[in-house]
């Protein structure tokens, strides 16, 4: 089965500096890879995903680039805020079946004000 | 409202005892699934439901079951919670099987002495 792997564990760094978490998956047939952000006491939240007929998304200070060659993609958040304080989770599934979806194992991203 | 709820929010309770947690939502989406949070383990799927009739296991569904009572409703059960059950657990929903977002609940976390 897909196994994603996430790194780094914990990330700190300073408000408005860049954030760059990244993740690897196994599985060749993984063709979604969404990016969740959980807040304390709350649940994961999609902010950001890409299919593999691109290579990179943006949206305002996000982007998600994939590189399926090596099997590899990654969340960049600019300037970043204290708002962006939270735990990302990455994740890869086949075109179709939530089913599928295999998290990665979490990134504590802090931003030191 | 939330369109995801689960209840209880916390909980603690002995090992050998019977815990249900309960899962409602309001999107009127047909996918349902529950959802294990550990610290370094990323989120691990325990059980799905696709609609009232259809209950599949996930990747961990040892000393759990479920019921899907109705479109909006999914409860998890621990039959004989035991310490090593202790953990966040996510109940979350989607509306198909290449649809992209997973809409999680806040989240259930069960604590087992």
């Known amino acids: 089965g897909e196994n994603v792997e996430q790194h780094p564990s914990t990330l700190s760094v300073q408000e408005g500096d860049s954030a760059v978490i990244k993740c690897t998956y196994s599985?060749?047939?993984?063709?979604?890879f969404p990016w969740y952000k959980q807040e304390l006491g709350k649940g994961p939240q999609l902010i950001i995903d890409?299919?593999?007929?691109?290579g990179e998304k943006k949206d305002q200070r996000i982007a998600v680039t994939l590189n399926k060659t090596a099997k590899h993609f990654s969340l960049h958040i600019t300037e970043t805020q204290p708002e962006d304080s939270a735990v990302y989770f990455c994740?890869?599934?086949?075109?179709?079946?939530?089913?599928?979806?295999?998290f990665g194992t979490g990134t504590r991203l802090t931003i030191i004000p | 409202d939330a369109d995801v709820t689960q209840t209880p929010r916390n909980r603690i309770t002995k090992t050998g005892k019977r815990i249900m947690l309960e899962c409602s939502q309001t999107?009127?989406?047909?996918?349902m699934y529950w959802y294990r949070q550990d610290p370094g383990l990323g989120l691990r799927l325990i059980y799905y439901?696709?609609?009232?009739?259809?209950?599949n296991k996930g990747e961990i569904s040892d000393g759990y079951s479920v019921s899907r009572q109705a479109q909006a409703k999914f409860s998890l059960s621990l039959e004989s919670a035991i310490p090593n059950q202790t953990a966040l657990y996510f109940c979350?929903?989607?509306?198909?099987?290449?649809?992209?977002?997973?809409?999680f609940g806040e989240g259930s976390r069960l604590t087992v002495l």
């Open positions: 890409i299919r593999s007929n691109v």
């Open positions: 439901s696709f609609d009232v009739k259809d209950i």
């Open positions: 999107k009127g989406h047909d996918r």
């Open positions: 994740a890869a599934r086949p075109n179709f079946g939530n089913e599928k979806l295999t």
């Open positions: 979350a929903t989607t509306s198909g099987a290449n649809t992209g977002e997973l809409f």
């Open positions: 599985d060749s047939a993984s063709n979604y």
